[in-house]
């Protein structure tokens, strides 16, 4: 009988679940109080630790003793926002058990349901975990009851734990010994392993993360990626305590990192399968990789801009060095007439952006001019073909182009009773389709819609917070790309075209963001000696127009007296001279300008 049992932790944002994870190491003396010098041990970025939020998974060995007998836990830590759900669902592929932290004064929120799907999607034995009982505002009764009808549990079953003081934790742990199932052992002449993870040590190279499901690994064997078709030797193997512990073997169900010797993690990505086979009649191409594979795909796009042009090179560099960690970040060069050289970066969502934003101007001393997020677009194009576009620039001459595609979500928006009505005008405003709507007990609901991604990447989240005075809760999920009337609106400065504020919009949207803009730019733009025209355009179809009135300078006043035709003339003088100048004209657009429009608000 296997003495191993993996589990996860999940919640929604904030439920506790690294301050489980402390009381957890605390309590099976995996780290001492010595070296639990401050909370959150398995987030280790400054950032999660001033956010207190989990960006980068964890995992770490521990050891209990329940009746006598000495038991291994595999516990991995999961990020709990939506953006990084993929690495979520890969830790939850490496272990048989999940446990379900909930906060016992908030309840269930967006993210505790969409984890929890995810979980039993993966079969996964769920463990229920009230935790901060100890809080005035908590309410165990209620909340349990929410629980219990969302897993069809007893409410008296469900744990009550406070994470921060230590309560119940004890008990949490011998009741996974009992609920959490131990990892099937296949006998089989190959051996297979997920990657969960992988990461670039700077000493090691990159390191990856694994759950062996089949077979055996031991150290310096030679084993294949099944979806990347690259080779490696494993240079070290072992256990997270939760650093690095070595050893010369990872068994069956165990879970550890190895030592690949690749210089990217681009090489060895999450969802991969490590293969070894004692077979030598079989080939690695003939061999099944474990299911779930697949590369993460960034859905929302911004331009990064150094506001010195000199740190261009510096931030080249500092963009490679973050891709060896994160290959989820894509970045390409990218040339504005504005704001000079920059890269177009893809990201997985606005919180993954704001990281890599605040990790640039941190680790690397940048100041970063950011371009205001928007999305990918699929192009069909008359010939059959689809493009992928994420600039707006890039988008094919209309009379070539068949149809364009946008990217959609499903939204799970959680809320009290009272905000139903104003939660329900914002997705329609933002075009959403209304799919659903459940009450989760007598005072909260739980609102489906599906929504175009490019109308929740600006401010959505914001408003959100603003209709429901913070109360709701909120997570997505892609679904498909959908044909949509899209355009392509360009704005027009003097008649020149300025490619930087291009932009693809729903047909029904483009008029009022286009006057939008327009109304912008004529604050911004300072005068000239001749009108200057503002456009915006579908096309050749001009949807809105501002115009900059000319700087009128008085030629007449150096005259002191005599008849008015003198004036007059002076006056003509200077109409045919502004007629001329307008006429040769161009419009320096100050640098503040583009930013206003461009720049993320």
């Not at 405003?429 to 109308?455: A, F, T, W």
Request: aromatic content about 6%; glycine content about 6%; proline content about 4%.
């Amino acid at each position: 009988m296997s003495k191993i049992r993996n589990f996860c932790i999940i919640a929604h944002i904030d439920h506790g679940k690294s301050t489980l994870a402390d009381r957890m190491l605390e309590m099976t003396q995996t780290l001492s109080q010595h070296e639990m010098k401050h909370g959150q041990m398995l987030d280790t970025m400054d950032i999660e630790q001033e956010r207190g939020i989990t960006i980068k998974l964890q995992p770490v060995r521990m050891s209990h003793t329940k009746d006598g007998v000495e038991y291994i836990f595999n516990l991995i830590d999961t990020p709990g926002h939506v953006d990084f759900s993929y690495e979520v669902s890969r830790s939850l592929a490496a272990c048989e058990g999940a446990i379900l932290v909930v906060d016992a004064s908030q309840g269930i929120e967006a993210q505790t349901l969409a984890n929890t799907y995810m979980a039993i999607e993966h079969d996964l034995d769920i463990i229920p975990v009230l935790n901060k009982i100890d809080l005035p505002a908590a309410n165990p009764e209620k909340v349990s009851e929410e629980v219990s009808n969302l897993l069809g549990c007893k409410a008296e079953d469900i744990l009550k734990i406070s994470a921060k003081n230590g309560t119940n934790v004890d008990q949490l742990l011998d009741a996974i010994v009992d609920a959490i199932p131990e990892p099937k052992i296949t006998e089989t002449k190959e051996t297979k392993a997920l990657i969960f993870d992988s990461i670039y040590d700077p000493y090691k190279g990159v390191v990856v993360y694994v759950r062996v499901k089949e077979g055996k690994i031991n150290k310096r064997d030679k084993l294949h990626l099944l979806n990347t078709k690259a080779s490696f030797e494993a240079l070290e193997l072992g256990h997270f305590k939760p650093g690095y512990h070595e050893t010369q073997s990872l068994e069956n169900g165990e879970v550890g990192y190895i030592v690949t010797g690749f210089k990217s993690v681009a090489e060895a990505r999450v969802g991969d399968t490590v293969w070894l086979c004692t077979d030598k009649s079989k080939e690695s191409h003939e061999a099944t990789p474990l299911a779930g594979y697949e590369k993460v795909k960034p859905f929302v796009f911004a331009s990064i801009f150094c506001s010195e042009a000199s740190d261009y090179p510096i931030l080249r560099t500092a963009l490679e060095k973050l891709s060896l960690n994160d290959s989820a970040v894509q970045y390409e060069p990218e040339v504005s007439t504005a704001l000079g050289n920059g890269f177009r970066c893809g990201f997985l969502g606005l919180l993954h952006l704001e990281i890599v934003q605040e990790r640039l101007e941190r680790e690397f001393d940048l100041d970063l001019v950011v371009t205001a997020p928007s999305v990918s677009y699929q192009v069909k194009l008359g010939n059959g073909k689809l493009e992928t576009i994420s600039n707006p620039s890039k988008l094919p001459d209309p009379a070539h182009i068949d149809q364009v595609l946008e990217p959609w979500v499903k939204t799970e928006i959680l809320v009290p009773n009272d905000y139903v009505g104003a939660v329900m005008q914002l997705c329609q405003d933002k075009r959403g389709v209304h799919k659903d709507m459940q009450y989760l007990g007598q005072d909260r609901v739980m609102i489906v819609h599906e929504l175009p991604l490019s109308n929740i990447v600006t401010d959505f989240y914001d408003r959100l917070k603003t209709v429901t005075s913070g109360y709701a809760s909120f997570s997505y999920e892609f679904i498909d790309y959908k044909p949509e009337t899209l355009v392509k609106v360009d704005i027009l400065i003097a008649g020149d075209k300025v490619d930087a504020f291009s932009l693809i919009l729903h047909k029904t949207e483009a008029v009022s963001v286009g006057s939008k803009i327009c109304k912008k730019l004529k604050t911004l733009i300072p005068r000239a000696q001749f009108e200057i025209a503002l456009q915006a355009a579908i096309g050749a179809k001009i949807i809105s127009r501002e115009t900059i009135p000319a700087m009128r300078k008085d030629v007449t006043a150096k005259l002191y007296g005599g008849d008015r035709t003198r004036k007059d003339k002076l006056r003509k003088k200077q109409a045919k001279g502004k007629k001329r100048m307008k006429m040769l004209g161009k419009v320096q657009v100050p640098q503040k300008a583009f930013l206003a429009v461009l720049q993320k608000d």
